[in-house]
């Protein structure tokens, strides 16, 4: 329940600071193709022996959300990605330094949530794209991160 509510806050901060706001707005191939990016951008710095798992590919999002205030046109891009770890890792630490290993193109935002397990709010300054990254807890049997990328706002996608 708290990752949901943590996903949440997460959404409505990822399109507050997104570029839903725009006159002029990319493709939503183009936003969800930065959105995967960034994730594959994450899961290369995994440690050896990590297997990474796309979820379902979900619909398009809509900007105009009333609970983020006004109307905000275009769709963003929600991708997520499990990764088991191998055994003895200690996510804790991959974690709290994916930070400094990302580089300048990337934002530390902090939580403001103190939360039972390892989390950290990544923004990519260049393309918007916001990273949730929550790893499981020491006791659990095994180690993994789970990944939520959001996307600025693109044009409606076709079709």
């Given at each position: 329940?708290?990752?949901?509510?943590?996903?949440?806050?997460?959404?409505?901060?990822?399109?507050?600071?997104?570029?839903?706001?725009?006159?002029?707005?990319?493709?939503?191939?183009?936003?969800?193709?930065?959105?995967?990016?960034?994730?594959?951008?994450?899961?290369?710095?995994?440690?050896?022996?990590?297997?990474?798992?796309?979820?379902?590919?979900?619909?398009?999002?809509?900007?105009?959300?009333?609970?983020?205030?006004?109307?905000?046109?275009?769709?963003?891009?929600?991708?997520?990605?499990?990764?088991?770890?191998?055994?003895?890792?200690?996510?804790?630490?991959?974690?709290?330094?994916?930070?400094?290993?990302?580089?300048?193109?990337?934002?530390?935002?902090?939580?403001?949530?103190?939360?039972?397990?390892?989390?950290?709010?990544?923004?990519?300054?260049?393309?918007?794209v916001q990273v949730n990254v929550m790893g499981s807890k020491p006791e659990e049997a095994t180690?993994?991160?789970?990944?939520?990328?959001?996307?600025?706002c693109g044009e409606r996608p076709s079709g």
């Open positions: 329940m708290k990752r949901a509510a943590c996903l949440a806050g997460f959404l409505v901060i990822a399109i507050l600071m997104g570029g839903c706001a725009t006159s002029s707005i990319p493709s939503y191939a183009d936003v969800s193709g930065e959105a995967k990016a960034s994730l594959q951008e994450i899961i290369n710095l995994m440690p050896t022996g990590a297997v990474s798992t796309s979820r379902p590919e979900q619909d398009p999002d809509s900007c105009d959300i009333s609970m983020v205030g006004g109307k905000r046109d275009g769709f963003f891009y929600t991708g997520s990605v499990d990764i088991a770890l191998p055994a003895g890792t200690d996510v804790s630490s991959l974690v709290s330094e994916l930070p400094s290993r990302l580089g300048d193109d990337w934002l530390n935002i902090p939580v403001g949530l103190k939360l039972s397990f390892p989390t950290v709010e990544l923004r990519n300054t260049r393309t918007g180690p993994s991160i789970y990944l939520n990328a959001i996307s600025r």
